[in-house]
C-alpha cells in the first residue's frame, strides 16, 4: 500500500486544515463542553456549515469529496482539540447513513439524502448495538421489520412495519435520520418464498410516528452525544432500505464492507493525535518542571515514558498512513483495519498512563489546563467501541486474517460450500505444497541467520527487516500447525495469542515502509 498510493493532500484539502479546521481551536471550550455534557450549538452549527459532516460524500452531491488521507488528517488534528469534537466528526464519516448510501444505495436514494446530510441539513446515526446484541450483534439481534401493505392516504403501499430497541448510539439524542439494522421477514411472502430475509438496513425520519430518540447515556464524562433510540410498530415504505428491495437481507454484508474502511481512518487517526497531544504536554511539562535542582526531563526515570511515548507515537502513525494508503488504493482493508483499530486504542492507553505518571498531581486535578484527564476519561471509549478489542483481537485479526491472507485455505472453504471436491483436491494439495515450501524456507532462514531475506533498506534497518521476514515465515509455518492440530478450535487463548502475533508483525512491516 506504501507503493501504491500518496499521503500527500490536495491543495484544497490543505486549505481546509489550515481554515475551518484551525478555527475551531479558538470556538471550542474543552472545560465547558465537559462541564454542559456536549458541545456547543455554535460549535455544531459550525461543523454543518463548513461540511465535516460531508467529509467522504462526493462533491456531485455536495459534500467535500475528501481522500481518506484528509480525513484522516482532520479528525487527527481535532483529536488535539477536542476528543469529543473528533467523535463527532468522525462518527457520520464512518459506519453510517453516509458511507452506507454511497456503496449500495440506489440513485434515487443517494440524490436525495447525500446532499442534506452534506449539509448538516440531516444529522445520521447509525443504530446496531442493542441490550442484549453487543459483539454478537448479528447473532442476537432482536430488532425486527415484518413486510406489509398499508393504507397511506389512501392508497395500499408495501412496506415495512418495524420495532427496535438500541444503546449506545453516538449522535442518536440529536439524530433526524436514524440507521437501523434489523431482522427481516415477509411472512406473507409479497417479495418471494422466503419467510426470513435476514439482517437489513433501513433508513428511518426521526419524526415518524413511533419513534424514539432524545435520551443521554453519560460516557465517562466524554461531551459527546450518545444515547438509546427505540420504535414501536414504525412504518416506512420499501424505499427506506438501503438499495431498495434488492437491499433486503443484505444489510450484514453491507456493515461488513463498510466498517472495514471507517474502522480503519476514525479510531486510527484520533488515537495517533490523542497519543501526540499527551506526548506533547509530556514533554513540555518535563521540561519546565525543577525537582532537586534540575528540569525533571534530565532523570532517566522520566525519559524512559518519554521515548516508549515519542516511539508508540510513530508506530500509530506509520500504521495510521498504511490504513489509509489503502482505503484510497480501493481496498477494503478488513483485517488491517481491525489490527490498527485494536493496536491504536490499546497503545493509546500506554500513552495516557506514561504521561500521566509524568504530568503526576497536574494531570490528576480536573481543569481547564488539563487535556490529559480528559484523555485518560476516554481512552475506554475508543477501545470498546466498533467492536470490543477482545472480539478483535481473536476473531478479526487472527480468526479472518488466518482464512483471507492464506493463499489456499479461502478456496478450500468455497471448495466445501459448493461440494466442489475437485477444486477441493486442488486447493488442498496446493496447501500441502505450501506447508513443505514453507517449511524448507523457515529451516534455510533459520539456518542461514535470515540473510536470505528480502530487505529494501541497508545497514542495521535491512538487516531488521530480513530478521522480520524471517520470523513472519516461522509464525506463518506454526499457524498451519496449530490449524491441523485443531488448537484454534479447543482455545481462545490460543487464538489470541496467534492474534497479538499477527498484530506486531503487521505493525512492524508498516513502521519499516514508512520510514
Given amino acids: 500500500w506504501f507503493s501504491q498510493g500518496t499521503s500527500e493532500l490536495t ?15 479558538h470556538l471550542v471550550d474543552n472545560w465547558k463542553d465537559r462541564q454542559n455534557g456536549t458541545i456547543s450549538d455554535e460549535v455544531f452549527e459550525f461543523l454543518a456549515k463548513h461540511g465535516f459532516f460531508g467529509m467522504i460524500i462526493p462533491k456531485r452531491y455536495g459534500g467535500l469529496g475528501f481522500s481518506a488521507a484528509a480525513m484522516s488528517a482532520v479528525i487527527s488534528h481535532t483529536a ?25 444505495g440506489t440513485e434515487e436514494q443517494k440524490s436525495t439524502l447525500l446532499p442534506r446530510l452534506a449539509s448538516g441539513e440531516e444529522i445520521p446515526c447509525f443504530a446496531l448495538t442493542e441490550p442484549e446484541a453487543g459483539s454478537d450483534a448479528a447473532g442476537s439481534m432482536k430488532s425486527h421489520g415484518v413486510i406489509v401493505e398499508q393504507q397511506v392516504d389512501g392508497k395500499t403501499v408495501l412496506g415495512i412495519r418495524l420495532s427496535w430497541e438500541k444503546r449506545y448510539i453516538t449522535l442518536a439524542p440529536r439524530a433526524t435520520l436514524i440507521g437501523v439494522a434489523f431482522r427481516l421477514y415477509d411472512p406473507d411472502h409479497l417479495l418471494g418464498e422466503q419467510d426470513a430475509l435476514g439482517i437489513t438496513c433501513a433508513l428511518i425520519p426521526a419524526h415518524l410516528e413511533g419513534v424514539e430518540t432524545g435520551q443521554r447515556h453519560d460516557p465517562l464524562g466524554v461531551p459527546f452525544l450518545n444515547g438509546p433510540t427505540s420504535g414501536r410498530d414504525v412504518f416506512v415504505p420499501l424505499n427506506a432500505v438501503i438499495g431498495g428491495e434488492q437491499g433486503c437481507g443484505k444489510g450484514w454484508r453491507m456493515l461488513m464492507k463498510s466498517l472495514s474502511a471507517g474502522r480503519g481512518i476514525s479510531l486510527p487517526s484520533s488515537s495517533c493525535g490523542g497519543a501526540q497531544l499527551c506526548l506533547r ?16 526531563g534530565r532523570f532517566e526515570g522520566v525519559q524512559e515514558p518519554l521515548v516508549r511515548s515519542a516511539a508508540t507515537s510513530y508506530s500509530l502513525d506509520a500504521l495510521r498512513l498504511a490504513t489509509t494508503l489503502a482505503v484510497d488504493s480501493g481496498e477494503k482493508p478488513a483485517v488491517i483495519s481491525a489490527v490498527a483499530k485494536a493496536f491504536s486504542t490499546e497503545r493509546l492507553r500506554d500513552v495516557v498512563n506514561d504521561c500521566m505518571d509524568i504530568v503526576a498531581g497536574n494531570a490528576i486535578c480536573r481543569g481547564p489546563r488539563n487535556v490529559l484527564a480528559n484523555a485518560y476519561s476516554a481512552v475506554p471509549v475508543g477501545i470498546t467501541v466498533e467492536g470490543a478489542n477482545i472480539l478483535t483481537r481473536t476473531m478479526i485479526i ?8 492464506h493463499p489456499h485455505v479461502t478456496s478450500e472453504l468455497e471448495a466445501i460450500e459448493k461440494g466442489d471436491s475437485v477444486a477441493f483436491d486442488r486447493a488442498f494439495w496446493g496447501h500441502v505444497g505450501f506447508v513443505i515450501a514453507n517449511s524448507a524456507r ?34 506463518a509455518l506454526a499457524t498451519d500447525f496449530a490449524r491441523a492440530l485443531g488448537e484454534f478450535s479447543r482455545s481462545d487463548r490460543t487464538l489470541e495469542c496467534f492474534g497479538v502475533g499477527a498484530r506486531s508483525d503487521d505493525l512492524l512491516q508498516c513502521e519499516l515502509e514508512s520510514g
Fill in 281 to 296: 504536554v509530556a514533554g513540555a511539562h518535563a521540561s519546565v518542571r525543577d525537582q532537586f535542582g534540575l528540569p525533571i
Fill in 11 to 25: 491543495v484544497e484539502e490543505k486549505e481546509f486544515l489550515e481554515g475551518p479546521v484551525a478555527e475551531l481551536v
Fill in 398 to 405: 487472527f480468526g479472518q486474517g488466518a482464512i483471507r491472507c
Fill in 442 to 475: 523457515s529451516l534455510v532462514h533459520r539456518i542461514s541467520g535470515y540473510r536470505f531475506c528480502e530487505s529494501h533498506f541497508d545497514g542495521p534497518i535491512g538487516r531488521c527487516q530480513q530478521r522480520i521476514g524471517g520470523l513472519s515465515a516461522h509464525f
Fill in 80 to 104: 488535539t482539540i477536542s476528543n469529543a469534537l473528533s467523535i463527532t466528526i468522525m462518527v457520520p464519516n464512518s459506519l453510517g447513513p453516509g458511507e452506507l448510501l454511497l456503496h449500495f
